[in-house]
């Protein structure tokens, strides 16, 4: 059993959606690039100590999938309504006394800080049921909030139910609410789908409970956005857009610049430093941390990386590569997973690397590609220098090792697995097929070792 303070809490996730038109269940349609259910159960875990049940159905082994580690999952056969959804969750409510919060799957953008208030709310008030509205422009398709003429709560009643009058209120019923675990059951039993919809509404509870004299709160938000909920794809697209807005809201509070917010998108979790400019066109997707005084765009795509302080970025994508400070990168660049470059690494023009280490202060200016990679410091890479890390008929991926200062001639083409040593130097057009000795120029195809370097080789 759990004391009387204890939080515990139902998330619906098992209506069809069918407003939706998709295969993929409604809740598991990404907001800022993570299932709309998982962010629900983001603002709502810190607050819940008791169970914490998720209600699927059809389509629910996907969501069950995706769901966290200790969170319960209850069928609902059919989708009946939410009272029977939340009827469907009371098996593993049993042993708990106190408050348990119910928020419906598709309303990604709630916070914790509303969930906070609205238990805060329910345990001052002593209610047995505490539901959260909103007054908004459009009411279409919600349920209204009616209240007597002294302004007291009497019941919710679902748009379709409505009369003309009722209709007109623009108070409406968000979803999110908080009951007493035993009027909660008791309620529940008393619900018919005698109604437009012929379903168990979970919003008849409050009327209900209003009528035997029970103790019934609102709690009204001022910010519409982050309660509503999405049915639709055109209400997806309004939820990302919230969400985009705030996490660039966020991110220009902390000192980032988005030169164009309608143009940039950041996702929730990306973190970026001070200083940095944040020019159109730009993508930050999940995972990636920028430094401070960088600029990043137009047209940086940024998925799961770190970036480092004062690093530039055009025109370029960049995917699960680390890039230290200083570098620049671009236009046209690709950087390709388990990249890292130290600092002041330039990549330019058509450049394009994958799991490759780079060296302090080593160029890759021009069309070029280089795969598994081990580039030293100040390494020039010249123009169409390719690393042939594949051989036909050979499984796996053979490595090239380029030693510090190396100079590698426009043209180059290194048959892996390969090691120009350090100081080197190869002639435009080489094939090297094989390992050219540290302070040795190499040229031809195949590649000889031909002399010394000499300074006058420009490095
Ligand atoms: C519901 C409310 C409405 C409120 C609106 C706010 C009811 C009857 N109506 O309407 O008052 O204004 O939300 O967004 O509660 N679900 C199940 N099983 C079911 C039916 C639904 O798990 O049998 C889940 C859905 O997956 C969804 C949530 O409950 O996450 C809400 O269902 P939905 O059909 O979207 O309700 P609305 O018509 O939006
Ligand atoms: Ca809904």
């Not at 709560?153 to 007109?168: G, H, I, N, S």
């Not at 035997?212 to 055109?234: A, D, I, Y």
């Not at 030693?403 to 697995?417: Q, V």
């Amino acid at each position: 059993m759990t004391d009387s303070r204890t939080v515990a809490a139902v998330v619906l996730a098992a209506g069809e959606g069918k407003r939706m038109r998709s295969a993929l269940p409604k809740v598991l349609h990404p907001v800022g690039g993570r299932p709309m259910v998982l962010r629900v159960l983001d603002s709502l875990r810190p607050l819940v100590g008791g169970p914490l049940v998720v209600v699927v159905g059809r389509g629910g082994e996907r969501v069950e999938a995706v769901l966290p580690e200790g969170v319960c999952v209850a069928w609902q056969p059919f989708p009946r309504g939410t009272g029977d959804a939340v009827r469907c969750a009371l098996p593993h409510l049993e042993g708990h006394r106190g408050p348990v919060v119910v928020a419906y799957g598709d309303t990604p953008l709630v916070q914790e800080a509303t969930f906070r208030q609205l238990v805060a709310a329910h345990l001052q008030g002593g209610y047995a049921a505490t539901l959260v509205s909103a007054v908004v422009e459009a009411p279409a398709g919600l349920g209204r909030v009616v209240r007597g003429p002294d302004g007291s709560f009497q019941q919710v009643v679902e748009e379709a139910d409505c009369t003309p009058e009722q209709r007109a209120i623009r108070e409406v019923n968000t979803g999110l609410c908080c009951f007493e675990v035993e009027d909660l059951r008791e309620a529940l039993t008393q619900l018919v789908p005698q109604n437009a919809q012929g379903e168990y509404y979970l919003t008849d509870t409050f009327g209900w409970l209003r009528a035997r004299g029970r103790r019934v709160g609102v709690v009204q938000v001022r910010e519409v956005r982050q309660v509503m909920g999405v049915n639709s794809r055109k209400e997806l697209a309004q939820a990302e857009e919230t969400l985009r807005r705030r996490t660039l809201e966020a991110l220009m509070e902390s000192g980032v610049t988005v030169v164009d917010p309608d143009a940039t998108y950041v996702a929730p979790d990306v973190r970026v430093g001070p200083d940095t400019v944040l020019l159109p066109f730009t993508v930050l997707e999940e995972g990636t941390v920028v430094g401070s005084g960088c600029q990043l765009g137009p047209g940086a795509h940024v998925r799961a990386s770190r970036i480092g302080d004062r690093v530039r970025v055009l025109w370029s994508v960049v995917e699960e590569s680390e890039v230290a400070e200083d570098c620049r990168i671009g236009p046209y660049a690709h950087l390709r997973p388990g990249t890292r470059l130290a600092a002041r690494v330039v990549v330019g023009n058509f450049a394009e690397i994958k799991n490759s280490t780079v060296g302090e202060g080593t160029k890759v200016q021009h069309v070029s590609y280089l795969g598994d990679a081990t580039v030293g410091r100040q390494v020039n890479i010249g123009a169409g220098t390719i690393t042939c890390n594949f051989k036909y008929g050979v499984p796996g991926k053979h490595p090239t090792v380029i030693e510090d200062g190396a100079f590698i001639g426009s043209d180059t083409l290194l048959n892996a697995p390969v090691r120009v040593g350090a100081g080197a130097v190869t002639g435009a057009g080489a094939v090297v097929t094989k390992d050219v000795p540290p302070g040795m120029v190499a040229v031809g195809v195949p590649a000889r070792v031909v002399r010394r370097a000499r300074p006058q080789d420009e490095r």
